[in-house]
């Protein structure tokens, strides 16, 4: 539900930056690299015309947020001392494994405390290394033309001057940056780093391939959440068509009406985005009610009804009838692969006090893994999400 929560994403290869999140990056790189270093590059290694113009004119996110990352950092020299300039600050951007270390901790110990206020008592090393150095198993996949494409949990860590600021718990999927959780020490926190590290985030999308960036559930009641909103072009996930739509005025004006927002039913149903009591009147009959009520038939507008007030229709609960299979879920076995893996006839299931295999249900053979209101089909689905070794320590319960 989408009000509730909803699926998330960003295509990085689209982002189109807001004046604030330019801001935040320009004010940062200005504090890095400092006036006495930029009056001295100005002089030493001068920017044509044409570069010129081209960076006021257009805003190139890679480019800017790595542009004070000390390795991208031009150090002339200078002649008068022989010896390269530097820039006020020494600041370094890195993608390691999510290993636990001291450094870490005592980076989470601090957050913890200014920013969210926790007790000493309720902040240990055991509590951190789960929460946040346990994720995916990481892995290198081949990306084409001699470039790698990491996988798997990493930390991506922000230094200032050689100490730990901050830190960006990252998961790597073949086709998205999903950002994890942010946590940033309380001497940083007026440098918005919220804005900075999901850039930094975009661009490593964008850089690596992966195309898309997740930035977690959006849960458009919740204020602190809006913020996410404000990354475009964002996309949120139909819970009954699984469509990607477009997070637009339209999108957040049915938002902010409704409880359960599918925009997939409201197109269908003709329910307009704002409030709906021009047509939608249980207290009298109009001519408004009736008109729509003839031009939606009676079923529709029943739907229609129940789907404003906050009881969508069952089947927007119980589901469309899709198979799992037919999302191409990332990370979720394909029926193909699970027909080749699978033996899912010998699955254990409880009948009451009788266990016995899957295979000798009545039916068994007759029906297909792609048949989601079959047992074959639940099955298969299960065994797709949570694969095929979990399956064999697994005895299904059926209940009526």
Request: proline share 4%.
């Amino acid at each position: 539900m989408f009000a509730k929560w909803a699926y998330f994403r960003l295509d990085a290869s689209e982002f189109k930056s807001t004046k604030d999140q330019r801001q935040a990056v320009n004010r940062w790189n200005q504090y890095i690299l400092g006036q006495e270093y930029k009056r001295k590059a100005a002089r030493l290694c001068p920017k044509t015309r044409q570069e010129k113009k081209r960076r006021r004119t257009h805003f190139d996110l890679c480019e800017s947020v790595h542009e004070a990352e000390y390795k991208n950092v031009k150090r002339p020299i200078e002649r008068s001392t022989t010896e390269p300039i530097e820039p006020d600050h020494r600041f370094e951007v890195t993608l390691e494994p999510d290993h636990f270390t001291e450094e870490k901790y005592a980076l989470f110990t601090n957050y913890q405390k200014n920013v969210h206020r926790e007790p000493p008592s309720k902040i240990s090393r055991n509590g951190f290394r789960r929460f946040l150095c346990s994720g995916l198993k990481r892995s290198v996949q081949d990306a084409g033309d001699g470039k790698e494409k990491k996988l798997g949990s990493y930390h991506q860590c922000y230094r200032l001057d050689g100490r730990l600021i901050a830190l960006g718990v990252l998961d790597l999927l073949p086709h998205c940056v999903s950002s994890v959780y942010l946590l940033y020490h309380n001497s940083v926190s007026d440098w918005n780093f919220g804005k900075l590290s999901a850039l930094q985030e975009i661009a490593l999308a964008v850089e690596g391939g992966y195309r898309y960036y997740y930035m977690g559930f959006y849960i458009h009641s919740c204020v602190k959440m809006r913020y996410k909103g404000t990354y475009h072009p964002t996309y949120l996930l139909d819970p009954e068509t699984y469509a990607w739509d477009l997070l637009d005025p339209d999108l957040l004006a049915r938002l902010s009406t409704r409880k359960y927002v599918s925009l997939s039913r409201e197109r269908a149903l003709s329910i307009p985005p704002h409030s709906t009591t021009s047509f939608l009147q249980s207290d009298a009959l109009t001519t408004s009610t009736f008109s729509t009520e003839l031009a939606l038939g009676l079923g529709n507008f029943k739907h229609a009804c129940n789907y404003v007030n906050g009881h969508p229709h069952e089947l927007a609960i119980k589901g469309n009838g899709r198979s799992l299979f037919e999302i191409n879920m990332p990370g979720v076995m394909s029926a193909d692969e699970v027909r080749e893996k699978v033996d899912l006839g010998s699955c254990k299931i409880a009948v009451g006090a009788v266990v016995t295999e899957l295979e000798n249900l009545v039916g068994w053979e007759d029906s297909e893994i792609t048949d989601t209101f079959s047992i074959k089909g639940l099955v298969a689905e299960f065994v797709a999400c949570v694969g095929p070794e979990l399956l064999r320590e697994t005895c299904i319960k059926w209940e009526q």
